[in-house]
């Protein structure tokens, strides 16, 4: 019998800062659910250190934003993701 990959759905809502994003499942494949805003590539106007792979993620490319949904969106939380990391988080080892 083949096997079917079951997807979560997506669920969409405000983020709390004013724009729209989803929420997902974190990277500890625990139960937290995070928070996630998609950062065009226009947005993105300073570097950041992606936590999944550990290297930066330079001015101008399109990223993911993600911080727990128990948080309330504080600065210190928010981390900047490589939308290929975030979206491979749960089979990488070595995130922060």
């Known amino acids: 019998m083949p096997r079917h990959n079951r997807r979560e759905p997506d669920r969409r809502r405000e983020t709390g800062d004013g724009g729209l994003g989803r929420v997902e499942r974190g990277p500890r494949g625990d139960d937290v659910d995070y928070h996630v805003v998609t950062i065009p590539g226009s947005r993105a106007k300073k570097v950041y250190m992606c936590p999944g792979?550990?290297?930066t993620i330079?001015?101008?490319v399109a990223h993911v934003v993600a911080w727990p949904v128990d948080d309330f969106g504080g600065v210190d939380d928010r981390r900047h993701w490589h939308t290929g990391c975030w979206r491979g988080r749960?089979?990488?080892?070595?995130?922060?």
């Open 53 to 55: 792979c550990s290297n």
């Open 58 to 60: 330079a001015v101008g």
């Open 90 to 96: 749960r089979t990488r080892t070595g995130y922060r």
